[in-house]
């Protein structure tokens, strides 16, 4: 046993009585390892077990454990433990018993002599621990051999101040180095699967790490050593072999277990492999490089050619249909490695290229079957068959006479693609052992790539619900120009509650409106869907800001308190040259100024959250002028961790006021600024406006009283504006309409006089107000019917037309499209 510190070094302390603040011996131990299934029948037999219970692995695995693990006698009076804790047993012992027959949920551990077939009676240290999971494991006990303990710890010559040998339990946490026994318990479980053995230690360093008392203090770490000679001594006695074969001297004689301490070795460095593949695999859930990195990974050490190819959805991050692909499934050859002379391949079988393969191939075999396909020499037969599926390419040189190997790239037991390996004909064929391995190595690779794959998949839905739930904003209102960004966060999932929009209302204004709902994933994408549209429908009924915001909030607290959300909610009117806008806790606003460049931070009142409820909305008149721009944003661009908000918007402010040649452009340079300080985390939605007004001279506006009569009036005051306006051929239509829509206002209105307005901006917009708050529905009316064709001609005529309330009763508008000059 490697005890690993100097005799003369103090006792450790074990974990019951504090740390180990010394040294801490590490104990090499030949471990039994015997796993037993739900049916108390053995599943794993090792060597060691082989060893210590006289029983071979082909007459263990099967057969009952409490058959293979006989007790009879006890432990001698001399051995009895000095002090408590582990009694003499006739038999395998209540704690083992009760293990095998699954009545114990908590690991157990103790002391018994065995009768072994054609040995002496054995002293033996056991462990056992109950195993839960997906498997067939219900225990794993570990045993050791007591006598041969003592003698390696030269107990007998009083070396070391022993008081008994116990097996227990500690935190693995407890002992420098114990991890140890999670890297090597894997290896002398090579029956199992990587995943098999794996999950089985994890339970165990969770159960509690087996340890040896010599003392009530000092305690060992257990660590399994099952003999496997290291690469010198094995070199050593290769040289003496040579040596002896030069002198003519007899040959040494070789130990008759060597061929199985080989054996571990082969499976050791396989292990190895495949742990270091794990490692260099799965470093993001990028599809492209997760790609390159599973094809990097096997060449050279493993293979000289690695091709991949997948299936077309796949590299889409699409889903696909259930059931086994077939002859018509059409796989994307997505990368290729190799140690042939550069672009040797490149022309034969170039990356990107997608082909269905045919029934009779090793490829067709192995997607559809799910398992590896190993040929060892691929033929001239075989080679030819195989370049027939490449159109006026011949691919004979490059495969015939070289060992191949197909290996499925799978996950959920679902076909992904699959991976061609080839080694060089000068080079050692694939074997049974490397089929294994390439499945495990294709195991895990197929997993990390469909980690990889649904991450794209869910990404793209993610940015496909959040391209749906933002508005597509025309880049020209009435009298102003809008320009958005939309950076998604870089949080996974991102989803996000950030918006934007803006509203066409009644006298050319127009409500610009940008939100945040706090949180991020769908659920905060959801409720910020069921806030923009609440929004746009208030925003259509012409309520003001302040009041907008109040019923935002109101609404908020019935849908639930979970979520928060800010608001900054803006009306911007062209004709009066006025902002009117009210803030529920939003950053605020940058104006930039169009006469001397400046720009600044709009002092408003700040408001509560949406959803806080209980708390007043105040709103603020600001003049503008034309060519102002107006910049609203979400904190997810001026919010850095571990930085004061201020600097963040300091940097807004500075950045808003810089010249560029177009609106985009404004918003690329302020995005540019903002992120080159690193650490955004959160979405961004950006909307800049720029406030052109309208001109006095582009606004008509009378005052028709409630008379039929002035229906006349109305369209001769629109026929003659239009002419002077030079859109004399909008005149016929568009006096159509106004008689309509007068004639109803009229009819309807209650006290106060009819007002018709005229805009000329990118269209003309003319618009009706009256004092009657109902508003009007499109009817299908008959040909002998009196009303309901006015808003039919209208709708017919016009390019949109629409109706709104407002605070004095309703608008009804229609636009035209203004004719090319």
Same mark, same amino acid.
């Given at each position: 046993?490697?005890?690993?510190?100097?005799?003369?070094?103090?006792?450790?302390?074990?974990?019951?009585?504090?740390?180990?603040?010394?040294?801490?011996?590490?104990?090499?131990?030949?471990?039994?390892?015997?796993?037993?299934?739900?049916?108390?029948?053995?599943?794993?037999?090792?060597?060691?077990?082989?060893?210590?219970?006289?029983?071979?692995?082909?007459?263990?695995?099967?057969?009952?454990?409490?058959?293979?693990?006989?007790?009879?006698?006890?432990?001698?009076?001399?051995?009895?433990?000095?002090?408590?804790?582990?009694?003499?047993?006739?038999?395998?012992?209540?704690?083992?018993?009760?293990?095998?027959?699954?009545?114990?949920?908590?690991?157990?551990?103790?002391?018994?002599?065995?009768?072994?077939?054609?040995?002496?009676?054995?002293?033996?240290?056991?462990?056992?621990?109950?195993?839960?999971?997906?498997?067939?494991?219900?225990?794993?006990?570990?045993?050791?051999?007591?006598?041969?303990?003592?003698?390696?710890?030269?107990?007998?010559?009083?070396?070391?101040?022993?008081?008994?040998?116990?097996?227990?339990?500690?935190?693995?946490?407890?002992?420098?180095?114990?991890?140890?026994?999670?890297?090597?318990?894997? $290896?002398?479980?090579?029956?199992?699967?990587?995943?098999?053995?794996?999950?089985?230690?994890?339970?165990?360093?969770?159960?509690?790490?087996?340890?040896?008392?010599?003392?009530?203090?000092?305690?060992?770490?257990?660590?399994?050593?099952?003999?496997?000679?290291?690469?010198?001594?094995?070199?050593?006695?290769?040289?003496?072999?040579?040596?002896?074969?030069?002198?003519?001297?007899?040959?040494?004689?070789?130990?008759?277990?060597?061929?199985?301490?080989?054996?571990?070795?082969?499976?050791?460095?396989?292990?190895?492999?495949?742990?270091?593949?794990?490692?260099?695999?799965?470093?993001?859930?990028?599809?492209?490089?997760?790609?390159?990195?599973?094809?990097?990974?096997?060449?050279?050490?493993?293979?000289?050619?690695?091709?991949?190819?997948?299936?077309?959805?796949?590299?889409?991050?699409?889903?696909?249909?259930?059931?086994?692909?077939?002859?018509?499934?059409?796989?994307?050859?997505?990368?290729?490695?190799?140690?042939?002379?550069?672009?040797?391949?490149?022309?034969?079988?170039?990356?990107?290229?997608?082909?269905?393969?045919?029934?009779?191939?090793?490829?067709?075999?192995?997607?559809?079957?799910? $398992?590896?396909?190993?040929?060892?020499?691929?033929?001239?037969?075989?080679?030819?068959?195989?370049?027939?599926?490449?159109?006026?390419?011949?691919?004979?040189?490059?495969?015939?006479?070289?060992?191949?190997?197909?290996?499925?790239?799978?996950?959920?037991?679902?076909?992904?693609?699959?991976?061609?390996?080839?080694?060089?004909?000068?080079?050692?064929?694939?074997?049974?052992?490397?089929?294994?391995?390439?499945?495990?190595?294709?195991?895990?690779?197929?997993?990390?790539?469909?980690?990889?794959?649904?991450?794209?998949?869910?990404?793209?839905?993610?940015?496909?619900?959040?391209?749906?739930?933002?508005?597509?904003?025309?880049?020209?209102?009435?009298?102003?120009?809008?320009?958005?960004?939309?950076?998604?966060?870089?949080?996974?999932?991102?989803?996000?509650?950030?918006?934007?929009?803006?509203?066409?209302?009644?006298?050319?204004?127009?409500?610009?409106?940008?939100?945040?709902?706090?949180?991020?994933?769908?659920?905060?994408?959801?409720?910020?869907?069921? &806030?923009?549209?609440?929004?746009?429908?208030?925003?259509?009924?012409?309520?003001?800001?302040?009041?907008?915001?109040?019923?935002?909030?109101?609404?908020?607290?019935?849908?639930?308190?979970?979520?928060?959300?800010?608001?900054?909610?803006?009306?911007?009117?062209?004709?009066?040259?006025?902002?009117?806008?009210?803030?529920?806790?939003?950053?605020?606003?940058?104006?930039?100024?169009?006469?001397?460049?400046?720009?600044?931070?709009?002092?408003?009142?700040?408001?509560?959250?949406?959803?806080?409820?209980?708390?007043?909305?105040?709103?603020?008149?600001?003049?503008?002028?034309?060519?102002?721009?107006?910049?609203?944003?979400?904190?997810?661009?001026?919010?850095? %961790?571990?930085?004061?908000?201020?600097?963040? &918007?300091?940097?807004?402010?500075?950045?808003?006021?810089?010249?560029?040649?177009?609106?985009?452009?404004?918003?690329?340079?302020?995005?540019?600024?903002?992120?080159?300080?690193?650490?955004?985390?959160?979405?961004?939605?950006?909307?800049?406006?720029?406030?052109?007004?309208?001109?006095?001279?582009?606004?008509?506006?009378?005052?028709?009283?409630?008379?039929?009569?002035?229906?006349?009036?109305?369209?001769?005051?629109?026929? $003659?504006?239009?002419?002077?306006?030079?859109?004399?051929?909008?005149?016929?239509?568009?006096?159509?309409?106004?008689?309509?829509?007068?004639?109803?206002?009229?009819?309807?209105?209650?006290? %106060?006089?009819?007002?018709?307005?005229?805009?000329?901006?990118?269209?003309?917009?003319?618009?009706?107000?009256?004092?009657?708050?109902?508003?009007?529905?499109?009817?299908?009316?008959?040909?002998?019917?009196?009303?309901?064709?006015?808003?039919?001609?209208?709708?017919?005529?016009?390019?949109?037309?629409?109706?709104?309330?407002?605070?004095?009763?309703?608008?009804?508008?229609?636009?035209?499209?203004?004719?090319?000059?």
């Amino acid at each position: 046993m490697d005890r690993g510190t100097e005799r003369d070094a103090p006792p450790s302390r074990g974990a019951g009585s504090g740390a180990a603040d010394g040294p801490v011996a590490v104990g090499r131990v030949p471990l039994a390892v015997v796993v037993v299934d739900r049916d108390g029948l053995v599943s794993h037999w090792s060597r060691g077990a082989s060893r210590l219970f006289g029983a071979t692995k082909e007459e263990a695995i099967g057969c009952s454990a409490a058959d293979l693990l006989p007790v009879s006698g006890a432990l001698a009076e001399e051995d009895t433990p000095p002090y408590g804790g582990y009694a003499a047993y006739d038999g395998l012992g209540p704690d083992l018993e009760s293990s095998l027959d699954g009545g114990l949920s908590y690991p157990a551990a103790g002391r018994a002599r065995l009768t072994v077939p054609g040995a002496d009676r054995v002293d033996v240290l056991w462990w056992a621990y109950p195993l839960v999971g997906p498997g067939r494991e219900r225990l794993l006990v570990l045993a050791a051999d007591a006598g041969l303990l003592r003698q390696d710890l030269d107990l007998d010559e009083g070396t070391v101040a022993v008081e008994r040998i116990a097996p227990a339990f500690a935190l693995h946490t407890d002992f420098p180095g114990a991890d140890e026994l999670a890297r090597r318990l894997p $290896e002398i479980l090579p029956s199992m699967s990587v995943g098999e053995s794996a999950r089985i230690v994890a339970q165990v360093l969770e159960l509690g790490y087996p340890v040896m008392e010599f003392s009530q203090n000092d305690r060992v770490p257990v660590t399994p050593d099952w003999g496997v000679p290291r690469r010198a001594e094995r070199r050593a006695r290769r040289e003496r072999a040579a040596r002896a074969a030069a002198e003519g001297l007899p040959l040494p004689q070789e130990d008759p277990n060597e061929g199985e301490d080989l054996e571990y070795v082969a499976v050791r460095e396989r292990l190895e492999f495949l742990n270091e593949v794990s490692g260099k695999i799965g470093t993001s859930l990028d599809l492209s490089r997760t790609i390159v990195e599973v094809s990097r990974a096997v060449v050279p050490r493993f293979t000289d050619v690695a091709g991949t190819y997948l299936r077309e959805q796949v590299v889409a991050g699409e889903g696909f249909p259930d059931g086994v692909p077939d002859t018509t499934t059409m796989w994307h050859r997505v990368a290729l490695e190799h140690t042939d002379e550069p672009g040797r391949w490149d022309d034969v079988v170039p990356v990107g290229e997608a082909m269905p393969f045919p029934a009779h191939t090793p490829f067709f075999q192995c997607m559809t079957t799910g $398992e590896p396909v190993l040929v060892p020499r691929i033929s001239e037969q075989m080679g030819h068959a195989i370049a027939s599926q490449f159109e006026k390419r011949d691919i004979r040189p490059l495969i015939t006479g070289r060992s191949m190997l197909v290996v499925p790239l799978k996950a959920r037991n679902v076909v992904l693609g699959f991976m061609i390996l080839l080694r060089h004909p000068e080079r050692v064929e694939f074997n049974d052992m490397d089929r294994v391995t390439g499945a495990e190595l294709a195991a895990r690779a197929g997993l990390v790539l469909d980690n990889a794959r649904m991450y794209t998949f869910q990404e793209s839905l993610a940015e496909t619900l959040q391209d749906s739930m933002l508005p597509h904003i025309p880049p020209r209102m009435a009298g102003c120009d809008i320009a958005t960004r939309y950076l998604p966060g870089t949080l996974l999932g991102r989803v996000g509650g950030d918006w934007f929009d803006s509203v066409k209302l009644p006298g050319a204004r127009t409500a610009l409106v940008v939100g945040d709902v706090m949180g991020h994933g769908l659920n905060s994408a959801a409720m910020m869907g069921q &806030l923009r549209t609440a929004v746009q429908t208030m925003a259509a009924l012409d309520l003001p800001p302040a009041q907008l915001l109040r019923n935002l909030d109101d609404l908020a607290q019935r849908l639930g308190d979970t979520y928060l959300a800010t608001c900054l909610y803006a009306v911007y009117d062209p004709i009066a040259s006025e902002l009117h806008l009210a803030n529920a806790g939003h950053i605020p606003p940058v104006i930039v100024r169009a006469g001397d460049g400046r720009s600044e931070l709009l002092d408003l009142p700040t408001g509560a959250p949406i959803g806080v409820g209980g708390v007043p909305f105040e709103a603020v008149r600001v003049r503008v002028a034309p060519g102002d721009r107006l910049l609203m944003c979400t904190d997810g661009l001026v919010e850095v %961790r571990g930085e004061d908000i201020g600097v963040g &918007l300091a940097t807004l402010t500075e950045s808003a006021a810089h010249p560029a040649a177009s609106m985009d452009d404004a918003c690329d340079a302020i995005i540019r600024a903002l992120n080159t300080r690193g650490g955004r985390k959160d979405d961004v939605a950006l909307l800049m406006a720029r406030l052109n007004g309208i001109e006095p001279d582009n606004v008509a506006e009378w005052r028709i009283s409630l008379d039929p009569v002035e229906v006349g009036r109305a369209r001769a005051v629109v026929r $003659e504006q239009l002419h002077d306006w030079g859109l004399g051929r909008l005149a016929d239509g568009a006096e159509l309409m106004v008689s309509e829509l007068v004639t109803n206002a009229v009819r309807h209105s209650h006290r %106060r006089p009819v007002e018709l307005r005229l805009v000329r901006g990118d269209s003309l917009l003319c618009e009706v107000d009256d004092d009657d708050h109902d508003l009007p529905n499109l009817l299908s009316a008959g040909p002998t019917d009196e009303h309901g064709r006015g808003l039919r001609v209208v709708s017919t005529l016009a390019g949109e037309w629409g109706a709104s309330r407002t605070n004095a009763g309703k608008t009804v508008w229609f636009e035209l499209t203004l004719p090319r000059r």
